[in-house]
């Protein structure tokens, strides 16, 4: 029998596939973009003129684009590529990524706004309006400009309301004569949330369009290709596996077009090969991967983190009242009943009923849970709560670890 140093030896010595695992991962801001040269160049002509005439007019774009069409990361590589540039030019821009799932008010956003800024954040008690008074002030006092991306602006459309996104697309409406400091780009999966707008506010968004296509099978590859060569060995992973993969998902090929599934059925393959102490990926490897990966995962990935601990409660409680219960719907008063059990058992003090009644239509407006009033066969007008985005063990698995890492480094706040 191995005693204990050499198990853990061997498993220091097993060779990997991985050169470096993490940039196969969502959040990682790869070297290449390929097939976003188009989008790329449509941004940096809409803000090209923030270099040569900066302060005379603030931007704004609208990116519009289904599910790993890769909006976020061409905004945030279009970001990070602008400032440096205007910088060698004499010009101080900052670039400001919010994620309108995590920062879902007015305020939060402008908060948010400051704190990525670097701005002192001011002591007093402020209103939004007082807050964003403050930012373009502090902006001018440093000579600082700011390209601002709203990423998931449907769901602050959605719950922010029509009101705020007049705030804060037409900020400076106001002030005509101040020199024009913050930029947008606001980023959307799809039109529908902008006709709750009135019509003034959507057509003012609308004014530079950029759409993102779904990913068709050639694309994906050139996609796949450059991730795996920064990722992975060269030797780990053929053509044939990426070209398997790419039309698995591309869209010409009955796929989703989406290549944050590409890259987590490679990622998942990858995890499969070397688990079984294969020094390549097969093409069983993928297949088991592409068992795995759920096309609704992203909502998993995407989605789950930004909960508050209380949602991600609220949310464990539908979870648990629906495996006991067995049926597709369960009542919204069992899942109150069940949520202050939970609080009491992790020792956090539960929110009153109103809260709780917000936080499930908080949960259904992220398109988590699914919700109906009346159901047949039952009298009064309860509300019945459903998921169907992904197995019940999934989403249960997912939120544990994440109230794991809330219970840890947040305490109950
Ligand atoms: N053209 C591309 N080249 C390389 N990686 C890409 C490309 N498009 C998307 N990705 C990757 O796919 C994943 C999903 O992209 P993301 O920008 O998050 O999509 P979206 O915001 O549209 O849902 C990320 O890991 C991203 O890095
Ligand atoms: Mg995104």
Do not use: W
Not at 196 to 203: G, N, R
Not at 351 to 371: A, D, S
């Amino acid at each position: 029998m191995n005693n204990v140093r050499d198990i853990i030896e061997s498993e220091l010595n097993k060779v990997s596939l991985f050169k470096s695992k993490e940039k196969l991962y969502p959040e990682y801001l790869p070297s290449y973009l390929p097939h976003r040269e188009k989008e790329l160049k449509s941004l940096a002509s809409i803000f090209k003129s923030l270099l040569l005439n900066p302060g005379a007019l603030s931007h704004r774009v609208f990116i519009v684009g289904g599910i790993g069409t890769g909006k976020t990361v061409t905004a945030r590589i279009f970001g990070k590529e602008f400032t440096q540039l205007a910088k060698k030019r004499g010009l101080n821009v900052g670039y400001v990524h919010i994620n309108c799932h995590r920062d879902r008010t007015l305020f939060e956003v402008i908060s948010e706004l400051v704190r990525q800024l670097g701005l002192p954040v001011p002591q007093r008690g402020l209103s939004s309006r007082e807050l964003l008074n403050y930012t373009l002030e502090m902006l001018e006092d440093n000579d600082l400009y700011a390209i601002v991306t709203l990423d998931e602006f449907d769901y602050f459309i959605n719950i922010a309301g029509n009101d705020a996104v007049y705030f804060l697309a037409r900020i400076y409406d106001e002030f005509p004569e101040k020199v024009k400091r913050l930029n947008f780009i606001f980023v959307s999966k799809s039109l529908t949330a902008l006709s709750t707008l009135d019509p003034t506010t959507e057509s003012y968004l609308m004014k530079n369009l950029i759409m993102f296509s779904p990913y068709k099978s050639y694309e994906l590859f050139d996609i796949l290709k450059s991730r795996a060569e920064e990722a992975v060995f060269e030797e780990a992973v053929s053509d044939d596996v990426l070209k398997y993969i790419a039309d698995t998902v591309g869209i010409d090929k009955g796929g989703p077009g989406n290549a944050r599934a590409a890259l987590e059925i490679l990622l998942i393959s990858c995890e499969i090969a070397e688990k079984e102490g294969c020094m390549r990926v097969l093409l069983d490897h993928v297949r088991q991967a592409c068992s795995i990966v759920e096309p609704n995962s992203v909502i998993l990935h995407d989605i789950l983190p930004y909960l508050s601990l209380h949602e991600l409660l609220v949310l464990r409680s539908i979870v648990l009242t629906l495996k006991r219960s067995d049926e597709p719907y369960v009542n919204t008063s069992v899942v109150e009943d069940m949520y202050r059990k939970l609080c009491e058992d992790y020792n956090i003090e539960p929110r009153k009923h109103t809260k709780f009644y917000e936080y499930i239509v908080n949960l259904k407006k992220l398109g988590i849970i699914m919700t109906s009033t009346s159901l047949k066969g039952r009298r009064g007008r309860s509300t019945y709560i459903s998921i169907s985005i992904a197995p019940l063990n999934v989403i249960d698995a997912k939120i544990d670890e994440l109230l794991g890492i809330k219970l840890r480094y947040e305490g109950s706040s």
